[in-house]
């Protein structure tokens, strides 16, 4: 499932450019979610292309899943794009709305991005920020969170950039996970290279 305000997916040869969402968007689940995975961003639920770009995008939507109970499926929420199977690249981009998660399997969430997942050459995260106090709720068996995306990188054969990236916004974790990683940044990262980012909030694990 993919949720956005501007584009559900973003494929082959898709340029998302000048766009703002300033719509809420919720996705709500009564009962049993047996689908592999939930996608919420506020500009694209997903992107799956090296040649997929946002550029110059910015959320000021409340992005949100809710109501959700016996979650089998992963949740993947960001301010900006849920969960960039291949990221593509995306570049002078901002948050300035909150973004919640309720429950799922797996929770992965930050103020741009849930989970940007490296799958080929061409996974570039650049120049963006977070701007809104963002407050982590839910409960997961496992549970990620950044100011901008929970957690970066899969393959290792790709090195993806990660550079010039701002979180302005406070964070305040209050999830409940057998495994936590929470961060001004980046709460989990397995491979990749961290260039040129910084976090001027406040953190607050509860």
């Known amino acids: 499932t993919n949720v956005a305000g501007i584009i559900g997916m973003a494929q082959t040869g898709t340029t998302v450019k000048n766009c703002k969402n300033l719509a809420t968007a ?45 979650t089998k499926g992963n949740l993947y929420i960001g301010g900006l794009n849920g969960y960039p199977y291949i990221l593509g690249t995306m570049q002078y981009c901002g948050n300035h709305g909150p973004v919640i998660a309720n429950s799922a399997n797996n929770i992965y969430t930050g103020g741009l991005v849930g989970y940007p997942r490296t799958g080929a050459s061409g996974n570039n995260l650049l120049d963006s920020y977070n701007a809104y106090d963002l407050v982590f709720t839910g409960k997961a068996a496992n549970y990620y969170a950044g100011g901008i995306c929970g957690i970066y990188g899969k393959n290792q054969n790709v090195i993806p950039e990660i550079k010039n990236l701002v979180n302005l916004g406070n964070l305040t974790f209050e999830g409940t996970g057998a495994d936590e990683k929470f961060s001004g940044i980046i709460g989990h990262s397995s491979n990749g290279v961290i260039e040129n980012c910084v976090c001027y909030a406040n953190l607050k694990a509860i």
């Open 26 to 70: 919720v996705v709500s689940f009564e009962g049993e979610h047996k689908g592999a995975a939930m996608c919420i961003g506020g500009i694209a639920g997903s992107t799956n292309s090296t040649s997929a770009k946002l550029l110059y995008c910015y959320n000021y939507g409340t992005i949100q899943q809710t109501k959700t109970t016996n």
